[in-house]
Every structure is written in structure tokens, then in C-alpha cells.
């Protein structure tokens, strides 16, 4: 299983991205696929995650309003649309997929079985 995403690069302030994480080796119809982020010396933190068979949405607290995840399950693809950035939103962003979401504290949570490499994202002037 195989999990590739792309996407990332240079932006400014305000401006926007779309990343894409595309599937292979296995179908995630049946799961969830998301979104984390990394910034040197902290933890990955959880961004965005989407069932894939209802389209149903988690969102972090940080980017919720701002970014949109969706999916094309015939594409076994998963979207991060990144609107109005800013520089703290500068990150590695990692694509995951895993069998459910959960709810703890106020939070959603991507537990994941599968990691995709990093992209990078920096939101620069």
C-alpha cells in the first residue's frame, strides 16, 4: 500500500494550495483518509480527515473555515484544499488513512494504519 502525495510548495500569506494524496495497492472506500502536519521539534498534529464512503468531514479547531478535505473514491484520492494561509500554517504536510475517526477531549483523531511521505507547505512574504 502506497499513499503519494503532492502538492505543496511556496505561497504567500492569504493565499491558497490544494494538495493531493492518491491511494494505491488497496481501496480506502470502506475507511477514513486525512491530513496531518509536522513543524520541526513538535509533534505531527492532526489537520483534516473524510469518510470516504459519505464524504463526512473532521476538522481540527485550527483550520476549520479555512480548509477543505474531500475525496474521489473512483481515483482512491483524498484533497486538502488550504485557503486564506498563514505563515503558521507552514508545515510537512503527511496524508494517512485508517478505519475510523475518533472523538476524545473535543478533538478528532485519525488513528492511522497507513502513512504517505511528506509535502512540504511554507507560507511565506
Known amino acids: 500500500v502506497q499513499l503519494q502525495a503532492s502538492g505543496g510548495g511556496l505561497v504567500q500569506p492569504g493565499g491558497s494550495l490544494r494538495l493531493s494524496c492518491a491511494a494505491s495497492g488497496r481501496s480506502f472506500s470502506s475507511s477514513h483518509m486525512g491530513w496531518f502536519r509536522q513543524t520541526p521539534g513538535k509533534e505531527r498534529e492532526y489537520v483534516a480527515a473524510?469518510?470516504?464512503?459519505?464524504?463526512?468531514?473532521y476538522y481540527a479547531d485550527s483550520v476549520k473555515g479555512r480548509y477543505t478535505v474531500s475525496r474521489d473514491n473512483a481515483e482512491n484520492t483524498v484533497y486538502l484544499q488550504m485557503n486564506s494561509l498563514k505563515p503558521e500554517d507552514t508545515a510537512v504536510y503527511y496524508c494517512?488513512?485508517?478505519?475510523?475517526?475518533?472523538?476524545?477531549?473535543?478533538?478528532?483523531?485519525?488513528?492511522?494504519?497507513?502513512w504517505g511521505q511528506g509535502t512540504q507547505v511554507t507560507v511565506s512574504s
Open positions: 473524510i469518510r470516504m464512503s459519505a464524504g463526512i468531514t
Open positions: 494517512a488513512a485508517g478505519e475510523d475517526v475518533t472523538y476524545s477531549g473535543g478533538y478528532y483523531y485519525l488513528p492511522a494504519d497507513y
